[in-house]
């Protein structure tokens, strides 16, 4: 593994049902995110993490809900999928989450519909 | 509020050189991205600025005026493999990025 890596690539998913997004790093970065993507928007933050144990709501937190129980993992639940949340998810790793220089870099995505 | 400002869309000719601009109104600045991103993938980084003037890197560059809450990126040489979006982004006071739309950016021969 080099990188980020996020499963699954796509979903397609019926409104109602529970779906974890998964989300791996091997850079040993203390900070995670999880953005959305939605067509005409920029990235929008929906949680992240700064270090391992501890997590934050992001500006789109509302209907997920995160984890970081070690540094490399970082779920993103959607606990009751409603058609709003149809978008393309990417996760990203930084190595502090609090310096100014702190580059992001971004996973494959995740492409998720909800019907 | 926060708002990034980016054009939607820009044409270029291969070869060519094309200036991509962004300006910002964010709470508080701990430095200004950018990323470029091709139509069905991931993000990239390509450059960062938190002092004011001109970062080059081969045949992008990057400028910013933090008193005019504005930057471009500079493409030069273009290449038909320049086709994608390029996001703005600006670390704001609590050290999260606040992202523009995004301009995509087409190449014709």
């Known amino acids: 593994i080099a990188g980020i890596t996020q499963a699954p690539t796509s979903q397609i998913l019926a409104a109602g049902r529970r779906m974890t997004l998964r989300c791996t790093q091997d850079?040993?970065?203390?900070?995670m995110y999880w953005y959305r993507q939605d067509l005409g928007l920029g990235l929008r933050l929906i949680h992240y993490?700064?270090?391992?144990?501890?997590?934050g709501k992001g500006e789109v937190p509302d209907g997920y809900s995160v984890s970081r129980a070690n540094t490399d993992d970082f779920p993103l639940t959607l606990a009751s999928a409603v058609p709003s949340q149809t978008s393309v998810y990417f996760c990203?790793?930084?190595?502090?989450?609090?310096?100014?220089?702190?580059?992001?870099?971004f996973g494959p995505g995740t492409r998720l519909t909800v019907l | 509020g926060q708002n990034i400002d980016q054009p939607t869309e820009m044409t270029a000719t291969e070869g060519a050189i094309v200036q991509i601009n962004c300006t910002y109104q964010?709470?508080?600045?701990?430095?200004l991205f950018w990323y470029q991103q091709h139509a069905g993938e991931a993000p990239t980084f390509l450059s960062y600025?938190?002092l004011d003037g001109l970062e080059e890197k081969g045949r992008f560059s990057s400028f910013l005026s933090r008193s005019k809450g504005y930057s471009y990126l500079l493409l030069k040489e273009l290449q038909m493999k320049d086709s994608a979006s390029y996001l703005c982004?600006?670390?704001?006071?609590?050290?999260?990025?606040?992202w523009g739309a995004g301009t995509k950016l087409i190449i014709k021969p």
């Open positions: 990203a790793s930084s190595e502090t989450g609090t310096g100014g220089t702190d580059t992001q870099y």
């Open positions: 850079m040993r970065h203390n900070a």
């Open positions: 993490s700064n270090t391992a144990g501890t997590t």
């Open positions: 964010t709470s508080g600045f701990n430095g």
């Open positions: 600025n938190v």
């Open positions: 982004a600006v670390m704001d006071s609590n050290y999260q990025l606040i």
